[in-house]
């Protein structure tokens, strides 16, 4: 009598499953373009929406990055952000990019990207980079420093939690 009881409710539950759908939803807009415009329509991600009808393919650009910053400072790097404040394209799309140029010695003082992941590429010269896990699955590898040397053609990737 037990087995015909699972039986049957393994069946009853294979008949409802069918009913049940999954899916990735398409997003509710292909974009949002940033603009200071108190009186815009929509409001999104702390940007106002640009009208869709007023965007320029300029509004996805970003010039500059080809270009050395000046690393003539007490850290002796620069910090070239690409982000919605410059590509107001970007605006929900949760990307932003940077180029930091380092004078010999220099550095990129410690600093946190809560819940983002940082890739890092080296086009000349050598770059020690390290990260510092803060929350971790396992309680015993809280504050482990990771570190590695990265010369040109090689990538790093790290997590920042």
Same mark, same amino acid.
Not at 59 to 76: E, I, M, P, Q, R
């Given at each position: 009598?037990?087995?015909?009881?699972?039986?049957?409710?393994?069946?009853?539950i294979a008949?409802?499953?069918?009913?049940?759908?999954?899916?990735? =939803?398409? =997003?509710?807009?292909?974009?949002?373009?940033?603009?200071?415009?108190?009186?815009?329509?929509v409001?999104?991600?702390?940007?106002?929406?640009?009208?869709?009808?007023?965007?320029?393919?300029?509004?996805f650009?970003?010039?500059?990055?080809?270009k050395?910053?000046?690393?003539?400072?007490a850290?002796?790097?620069?910090?070239?952000?690409?982000n919605?404040?410059?590509?107001?394209?970007?605006?929900?799309?949760?990307?932003?990019?940077?180029?930091?140029?380092?004078? $010999?010695?220099?550095?990129?003082? $410690?600093h946190?990207?809560?819940?983002?992941?940082?890739?890092?590429?080296?086009?000349?010269?050598?770059?020690?980079?390290?990260?510092?896990?803060?929350?971790?699955?396992?309680?015993?590898?809280?504050?482990?420093?990771?570190?590695?040397?990265?010369? =040109?053609?090689?990538?790093?990737?790290?997590?920042?939690?």
């Amino acid at each position: 009598m037990k087995m015909a009881f699972l039986f049957l409710n393994a069946i009853l539950i294979a008949s409802l499953a069918t009913f049940a759908y999954a899916s990735d =939803p398409s =997003p509710l807009q292909d974009f949002c373009v940033a603009v200071n415009d108190a009186d815009a329509a929509v409001f999104v991600n702390g940007k106002i929406c640009k009208n869709p009808n007023k965007v320029v393919a300029e509004d996805f650009f970003f010039s500059g990055l080809n270009k050395a910053g000046n690393t003539s400072n007490a850290v002796g790097s620069r910090v070239t952000a690409v982000n919605v404040n410059q590509i107001a394209g970007l605006n929900t799309l949760g990307i932003s990019l940077v180029r930091i140029d380092y004078a $010999p010695y220099g550095l990129n003082p $410690p600093h946190t990207h809560p819940r983002a992941t940082e890739i890092l590429v080296v086009i000349e010269g050598t770059l020690y980079v390290g990260f510092v896990t803060s929350n971790p699955a396992n309680p015993n590898l809280k504050n482990k420093l990771f570190t590695k040397y990265l010369y =040109p053609e090689t990538y790093s990737c790290s997590q920042k939690v």
